[in-house]
């Protein structure tokens, strides 16, 4: 598979892994359409790709089923067609068990979960009409087990790669490609906000690098550092007793510095 001359939705493209994504895109020659709340941001990578004609920005909240429509909408009336849409908007949040909320809970799962929901509901109905398309979902290596203090994001990202690996199989048949991103710790403003030790932590290009190519390569599932692949797999096969040991040991210590990749 190549870029040249497809059309490209990132969502999530005016920060770390996005707009990586998005300004490496522009050399292959394909037209992008980016999405994210903060335009003056998506803007940046305009005046530095110096391509006005094939990238547009538009703003947009992808937990938000009615923006999310008006938004595919015009880009269609601006592309024409879409052949790629790379999901990648999210959000995370340690939370305090004190100060256990729903209305977090709900954000989260709005944007990390429900905004890829609310894409895919977009394009999907067009992919299959032409049996073509391919969905890449970004979700997280954390989605192994349910940390403590990042319950709600663990959550949100498992629920996501659940969903995009069935729709992988169910839309295999209409020659729809569906591809999950599992990141471990990348640099980005989302991780710069830890305080707690990042592990194996990715500089933010070279991830952007592995996930082009994995696209490239239509792989059904692009994870990365191995490290933290092979220690998020030890961890989820590992017995709960174990788990709970380990990560109650953590407890007392941890106070604010809890893992959420
Ligand atoms: N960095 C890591 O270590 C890591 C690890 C595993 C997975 N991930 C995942 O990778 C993806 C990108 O994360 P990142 O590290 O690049 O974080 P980031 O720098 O904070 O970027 C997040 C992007 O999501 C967009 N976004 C957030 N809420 C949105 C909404 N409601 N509607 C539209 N766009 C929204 C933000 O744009 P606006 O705020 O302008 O809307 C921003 O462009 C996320 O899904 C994250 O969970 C990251």
């Not at 909240?61 to 999210?90: A, C, H, P, R, Y």
């Not at 959000?91 to 709005?110: C, H, N, W």
């Not at 929901?117 to 954390?142: M, R, Y």
Request: hydrophobic share 40%.
């Amino acid at each position: 598979m190549h870029f040249e001359n497809k059309t490209i939705v990132i969502t999530g493209a005016s920060s770390g892994i996005g707009y990586s994504l998005a300004k490496s895109l522009p050399k292959e020659n394909c037209s992008l359409a980016l999405i994210a709340r903060r335009q003056y941001l998506l803007k940046n990578l305009i005046n530095e790709s110096k391509k006005e004609g094939t990238i547009r920005t538009y703003q947009c909240d992808v937990g938000k089923v009615s923006e999310t429509k008006l938004t595919f909408e015009q880009i269609k009336k601006d592309f024409g067609s879409i052949d790629i849409v790379i999901l990648n908007s999210g959000v995370s949040l340690r939370t305090d068990i004190r100060k256990y909320s729903s209305s977090d809970a709900k954000e989260i799962f709005d944007i990390n979960t429900l905004g890829i929901v609310n894409c895919v509901e977009q394009i999907l109905p067009d992919f299959l009409e032409h049996k073509s398309g391919i969905i890449v979902g970004v979700t997280s290596l954390a989605e192994s087990r349910g940390f403590p203090g990042s319950g709600f994001y663990n959550a949100s990202k498992a629920a996501a790669s659940l969903l995009l690996e069935s729709l992988r199989i169910e839309l295999k048949p209409y020659n729809i490609k569906v591809i999950t991103v599992k990141p471990g710790f990348v640099k980005t403003p989302m991780t710069d906000k830890n305080e707690f030790h990042m592990p194996f932590m990715m500089n933010v290009d070279k991830a952007a690098k592995i996930i082009l190519e994995g696209i490239k390569n239509e792989k059904k599932v692009i994870q990365f550092p191995f490290p933290i692949v092979l220690g998020s797999k030890i961890l989820k096969f590992m017995p709960d007793w174990l788990f709970d040991y380990l990560m109650s040991k953590k407890l007392p210590s941890r106070k604010d510095k809890i893992s959420a990749v």
